[in-house]
Every structure is written in C-alpha cells, then in structure tokens.
C-alpha cells in the first residue's frame, strides 16, 4: 500500500507532502486540478523515464519519494534480496532525484540503486490504470490473488 508521496520542485509544486490512508484505489478530479502531476512524480519514483522538464522553472533539482508498506510475502521483498537489499522491514521507500540538467539518482530505503530497480520493485507495487483502460481488468491474465 503506498503510504506516501513527498514532492519537491516538479512543475508547479514547491513542495507536497501527502498522506494516505488505506483504501486509496483512484485519484479523480477536474481538468487541471493537478493529477497528471501527481502521476508524473510517482512515475519517477516508480523509474519512469525522467525529464529535465518535470524540474520547477528556478530549481536545481527535483525530488520525490514514494513509501509503501507492504507484507513481509510481497514479491518486492524478494526482488529487494536478489538486488542485495535490506528486505527485512514493511516499509518500501523509492526516492528519485532529478537535476535541471535530465541526470537522476535513485535509492531504495535510502540505499543508491539503479533505475531499472526502481522500475522491477514499482511494477510489483504500482498499478496505475488510465482513462479507457479498464478493459484489462476483465482478462483473467490480469487478475491477482
């Protein structure tokens, strides 16, 4: 379950510090409230590709960290183990830095990891279904136990 997103310097946002609760499944909200952004910087916590663009006009750097506390039985747990990482605890933390100039640095619970890491442990965390999407959830390939 992801916890919380910390947002520092993208796009418009200065800085955002959300909390949440269980049972978040869907984020809504009118054209232009600030979703896309949202999505953005999870993505980059997640390992999406990082765009020197997602950086706030003035800042040096973009940051976001997203922290998930899942059971000790999620698949994240084992792909922690095979990359060498602590798997001990509940709490996943994928952080993300961001320069003006494109480059990025990613951790895992603080630890330097690759993006590639971030992206294996995010599609084991993450499932984000956009507008029209919903017809995957009607393949059974798709369903999880």
């Known amino acids: 379950m992801l916890l919380g997103l910390n947002i520092r310097d993208i796009v418009l946002i200065d800085r955002l510090d959300l909390a949440l609760r ?16 949202l999505l953005d910087a999870l993505g980059l916590a997640l390992g999406k590709r990082a765009e020197s663009g997602l950086v706030r006009t003035g800042a040096r750097q973009a940051a976001v960290s997203a922290e998930f506390s899942v059971g000790r039985n999620h698949p994240a747990h084992a792909i922690l183990r095979e990359a060498g990482l602590d798997a001990d605890g509940e709490a996943i933390v994928l952080r993300r830095l961001v320069g003006a100039d494109g480059r990025s640095r990613a951790f895992v619970n603080d630890e330097p990891a690759s993006v590639g890491l971030l992206r294996e442990l995010g599609d084991s965390l993450v499932e984000i279904q956009g507008q029209f999407e919903q017809r995957g959830l009607l393949d059974p390939a798709n369903h999880r136990m």
Not at 24 to 33: D, F, I, P, Q
Request: include cysteine; charge should be neutral.
């Open 22 to 37: 269980p049972g978040l499944c869907v984020l809504t909200g009118e054209t232009g409230a600030g979703k896309s952004i």
